[in-house]
Nanobody, 126 residues
């Protein structure tokens, strides 16, 4: 059992940046694959980014590649999503997720993840 708490969302103009964080507690975090997903109004939750437990391998949705960077600090049980060059279509609730399996292939699926945060809202205005 782990708890995930996101923070850092807010309102930003198009082209701006936000840095959102997720802090995990309750169990050992270092071996979890961590993911960021987002859900826009009226749409299903979609994959944004993920990072393997080693912290060295990251994955990004095509829609955010080159603009978003995910990182983790295992010592602090924290993952971060740095979002640059934000677009209105990035507007969504952003959710942190943790997969407690040693290795999962389908890191792009919400069903892979065992724990979820409450979400943090990101709004990008034109």
């Amino acid at each position: 059992q782990v708890q995930l708490v996101e923070s850092g969302g807010g309102l930003v103009q198009a082209g701006g940046s936000l840095r959102i964080s997720c802090v995990a507690s309750g169990r050992t975090f270092s071996r979890y694959t961590m993911g960021w997903f987002r859900q826009a109004l009226g749409k299903e939750r979609e994959f944004v980014a993920a990072i393997r437990w080693t912290g060295g391998i990251t994955y990004y949705a095509d829609s955010v590649k080159g603009r978003f960077t995910m990182s983790r600090d295992n010592a602090k049980n924290t993952v971060v999503l740095q979002m640059n060059s934000l677009k209105p279509e990035d507007t969504a609730d952003y959710y942190c997720a943790a997969d407690d399996a040693l290795y999962s292939t389908d890191i792009y699926s919400t069903k892979t993840y065992d724990y979820w945060g409450q979400g943090t809202q990101v709004t990008v205005s034109s």
